[in-house]
């Protein structure tokens, strides 16, 4: 049975198109097909001069959807917005349908490195050909239906096999022919790939660790030329600084342990750099939404609860280590928000973020460790309080040792207290006794 127009206005969108507005035509077009299929579609067709609060609304529609679809064109390719509702869709874990009505090449020539590897695996619909018109909407309103149900798509439309025309995202399946590749680079960069890790095996037969510095020549020497093809130097360090991060890597002890590198992939060498792809994905994703100039920051914070998942921590843990002091602080007010409680990485990265030189993010270090409950965060918690020259920070360390609470806290509270107490006695007394003796003097 077709749903009512109310029941369709109070639910939450089945579909969220995301698009450049020099497609708006095509889009009102696909609009329309769904709407008449029995969808529910949001979709932004005020524009940008709305403001910040209809941004809002379009992250949170995001967050909101069974699906999300994006209209891929060299506009869409190139624009800030687009980019940063996939990465907010990416990260929300939602069923993403990439259609494309250009040229596949032109469209990837336009991609940059990010929105290249996040589509990468994804199997990409044609929309270019409009007498395919009908017999293409046929398989998206199939794709569709394998996420918002069979009654939701009206049979007229479609009745489509099951099994038969999935586009399914990251989590469910991958298109395995990559669109990002021709067929030569493709050869060539699995063969370079093969060799790494081929590099990686015959070291480790005869060693637990490879220094960074060798293992950051051999990864340019090895895959510098293929990879070039791929994306910049800019991006290849990029890599490199992701894995720096993911295989714990450490100044003072600059080593890649077999054991961190099992771990990272899982038990599987074979896969590292399946494993290092989906790495750089999700770095990228949580960077863009996460961004101070991005367009779903704030909404992406407002819902953190509903996006919650053990890949979400990790990914805002790793954004604590992030080159921007902006981003460090939104992350540590995000993981604060989110409750890390009783993850011991996470905890360590806040704390090292008591050192941090950006007051901002000393700052957004202390209430977080409060909202999560560090206990092992509070000698460094009181030592910040007693020392940091910024008023603020102090008052914001104050604040988490009140809200960890317990023995260690409560002892340091009032110990400070007590000698704040007799510091300010002893000021005042001494600021009091040279008026009384000009007076009896006189």
């Given at each position: 049975m077709a749903s009512t127009k109310t029941e369709i206005e109070h639910r939450h969108p089945d579909v969220m198109i995301s698009y450049s507005r020099v497609n708006q035509n095509f889009m009102r077009k696909l609009k329309d097909s769904f709407i008449e299929s029995g969808l529910h579609v949001w979709v932004d067709e005020i524009g940008l001069e709305a403001g910040s609060e209809f941004l809002n609304k379009i992250g949170q529609a995001i967050v909101d959807a069974k699906v999300f679809l994006i209209i891929l064109s060299k506009n869409s390719a190139t624009s800030k917005y687009c980019r940063d509702e996939l990465a907010l869709a990416y990260i929300s874990n939602k069923p993403i349908i990439p259609i494309f009505i250009e040229d596949k090449n032109d469209i990837l020539a336009a991609f940059d490195f990010g929105m290249k590897l996040?589509?990468?695996?994804?199997?990409?619909?044609?929309?270019?050909?409009?007498?395919?018109?009908?017999?293409?909407?046929?398989?998206?309103?199939?794709?569709?239906n394998t996420f918002v149900g069979d009654s939701l798509v009206s049979e007229t439309h479609i009745n489509?096999?099951?099994?038969?025309?999935?586009?399914?995202?990251?989590?469910?399946?991958?298109?395995?022919?990559?669109?990002?590749?021709?067929?030569?680079?493709?050869?060539?960069?699995?063969?370079?790939?093969?060799?790494?890790?081929?590099?990686?095996?015959?070291?480790?037969?005869?060693?637990?660790?490879?220094?960074?510095?060798?293992?950051?020549?051999?990864?340019?020497?090895i895959n510098g030329p293929d990879l070039e093809k791929l994306c910049s130097f800019d991006n290849e360090a990029w890599l490199l600084g992701i894995l720096y991060r993911e295989l714990e890597v450490f100044e003072g002890n600059e080593n890649v342990s077999k054991q961190n590198l099992l771990e990272f992939t899982d038990n599987k060498i074979d896969a590292f750099?399946?494993?290092?792809?989906?790495?750089?994905?999700?770095?990228y994703a949580m960077r863009e939404v996460f961004n101070m100039d991005s367009s779903v920051r704030i909404p992406a914070i407002m819902n953190l609860s509903k996006i919650n998942s053990p890949a979400v921590l990790e990914a805002l843990s790793d954004l604590l280590t992030d080159s921007d002091p902006n981003i460090r602080s939104v992350a540590a007010i995000s993981l604060g928000r989110l409750g890390a409680q009783n993850n011991r990485r996470i905890t360590k990265r806040l704390t090292n973020l008591l050192n941090d030189t950006d007051r901002l993010v000393r700052e957004a270090g202390c209430l977080a460790l409060g909202h999560i409950k560090a206990q092992s965060a509070v000698h460094k918690l009181v030592k910040l309080w007693r020392n940091d020259t910024i008023s603020h920070v102090r008052e914001a360390a104050q604040c988490a040792l009140k809200r960890i609470g317990g023995e260690e806290a409560e002892k340091a509270l009032h110990i400070t207290k007590v000698l704040t107490e007799e510091i300010r006695a002893l000021t005042t007394k001494n600021d009091v006794n040279p008026t009384t003796t000009t007076i009896l003097s006189n």
């Open positions: 996040t589509l990468a695996a994804m199997e990409w619909i044609s929309m270019i050909d409009s007498l395919q018109y009908d017999q293409q909407l046929k398989k998206i309103l199939a794709t569709i489509p096999e099951k099994g038969q025309n999935r586009l399914l995202n990251r989590q469910i399946s991958k298109n395995t022919s990559k669109v990002l590749f021709n067929k030569q680079e493709e050869r060539d960069l699995i063969k370079t790939g093969q060799k790494f890790i081929q590099f990686l095996k015959d070291y480790y037969q005869t060693a637990d660790t490879i220094p960074w510095t060798l293992f950051e020549q051999k990864f340019y020497e750099w399946e494993n290092v792809e989906e790495q750089a994905v999700q770095s």
